[in-house]
């Protein structure tokens, strides 16, 4: 195997708007999502699909239906050649960012020239399911399983589950992504009038790019029988209201504080993850509906490819793959992992916080943004803050009003911040980072050509 010194580039791409949870794209699969993005990349880049050595799909929701979920996207896809690889990650929210980079070290390591690379997820199709071991009499066929149907939840050894909370809840520190959340929130001192102003101004930058067609650069309709589904973004739409009234937002519940489940009941359930604080009189829960992620369907992908090859194929080379990063910390912790995937990445690259242009930060909670602003600034002199304040950070609105479809998210930063390099005359340098259950944070630098 000969390992090459080529450059790699990130090449035109494309993404189904993003389904809120049981709305408009519910009825599709992840995999017709994932095809039909595919042959619609191809046919935007005006691809010869014989050139395409291989597709990697992120997907975090993964079920027995479609194994390896890149395969069966590429086969629905109907115009790629059956002899291309393909692969399938799953490395929760990042899965989408991870699938780039593995294309990426596909040809350095001389494997391929040219790789599809995004994520899919359908939140919508999640499914429900019995646990237990096939040694229970109810589990040894789905013959017994019918025939016992209505006492399966009196087997001890016999679990009916949802998997999407369970998908959601990190198994080795046992607490929820929200959890996490207002764990940060809780440590970092970040208000919820603070995340309520964040939530409201990504929300607020969001409808602005939609407005002035920002996403239309690389957002394709969805179609069902030659009928359009959905062409836009669903979940900014659907809360238009709360742009317009901010004070809306002080109306959410929050989720930490109810009569069943207090803020003192959370620090007892999970203060040992509060470093540095413990519960006291007068303390508030924070993380709300309206400051928090929707839950999402949707897929992304572009292309990856080398400098020599996007040029002899006359491809729309977006920019140069500088470097990237993955990090862990403690799973409780998760949502500010993005701010020390950043620093390795930027270490990688040979390049300072102050180089960048242009950011795209995922937010799953504006609680765990605002952390990493604080722990970005206080471990690494990273100004998030500045450039938030100065809308490059996010400029186009982020997770919290387009919704996150798990593993296409990663794509669809990735995208955000190649096109919005593309329209900044002087933008050059460009980092795309989010957080995934686990405790991990990814980041990926690239650089304008």
């Not at 979920?69 to 991870?98: D, F, Y």
């Not at 916080?353 to 609680?367: C, P, T």
């Not at 990273?382 to 998210?409: C, M, Q, S, Y």
Request: aromatic share 8%; net charge negative.
């Amino acid at each position: 195997m000969e390992i090459s010194a080529k450059k790699i580039v990130l090449c035109t791409g494309i993404r189904t708007p993003i389904g809120h949870l049981a709305k408009s794209l519910a009825e599709f699969s992840p995999e017709d999502l994932m095809g039909n993005v595919i042959r619609e990349l191809v046919k935007k880049a005006k691809l010869d699909p014989e050139h395409v050595d291989g597709v990697i799909v992120g997907w975090v929701g993964q079920g027995s239906h479609a194994p390896n979920i890149a395969r069966i996207a590429a086969l629905k896809a109907g115009r790629l050649p059956e002899k291309s690889h393909s692969l399938t990650i799953q490395a929760n929210c990042v899965s989408g960012m991870e699938s780039i980079c593995c294309a990426a070290r596909h040809i350095v390591l001389g494997e391929g020239d040219l790789y599809i690379a995004g994520g899919t997820e359908s939140m919508s199709t999640f499914p429900y399911a019995i646990r237990g071991p096939r040694s229970a009499r109810a589990l040894r066929s789905l013959e017994n399983l019918k025939k016992e149907w209505a006492t399966l939840w009196d087997h001890p050894e016999i679990a009916i589950t949802d998997t999407m909370e369970e998908g959601l809840t990190d198994p080795i520190k046992k607490l929820n992504m929200a959890a996490t959340a207002e764990v940060c929130a809780q440590m970092f001192g970040i208000s919820r009038q603070e995340q309520d102003r964040y939530a409201h101004e990504s929300f607020r930058r969001c409808e602005e790019a939609e407005e002035k067609g920002f996403y239309k650069s690389h957002v394709m309709p969805v179609m069902s029988q030659g009928q359009e589904v959905l062409d836009t973004d669903e979940y900014v739409g659907l809360r238009k209201n709360l742009i317009k009234k901010p004070e809306m937002f002080e109306k959410a519940p929050t989720l930490f504080n109810s009569e069943g489940f207090t803020i003192k009941d959370f620090y007892e359930k999970f203060g040992q993850f509060i470093s540095g604080k413990t519960y006291a009189p007068g303390d508030e829960a924070t993380v709300t509906l309206f400051n928090s992620c929707a839950r999402s369907d949707g897929a992304a992908a572009l292309i990856v490819t080398h400098e020599e090859m996007a040029k002899d194929l006359g491809l729309e080379i977006l920019g140069e793959l500088k470097s990237w990063a993955y990090y862990g910390i403690n799973p409780a912790h998760m949502g500010i992992a993005p701010a020390f995937a950043t620093q390795t990445a930027l270490d990688r690259a040979h390049l300072k916080f102050s180089d960048l242009d242009q950011v795209e930060l995922h937010e799953a909670f504006a609680a765990t943004c605002l952390s990493i602003f604080k722990v970005g600034k206080e471990k690494f002199g990273h100004e998030w803050r500045k450039l938030w304040d100065a809308e490059r950070v996010n400029p186009h609105g982020g997770t919290i009003p387009l919704g996150h479809p798990l593993a296409a998210t990663g794509t669809r930063i990735v995208l955000n911040l190649l096109y919005a390099l593309k329209e900044n005359p002087s933008g050059r340098f460009g980092l795309a980072t989010a957080c995934a259950a686990g405790g991990l944070g990814g980041a990926i630098l690239v650089e304008k050509m």
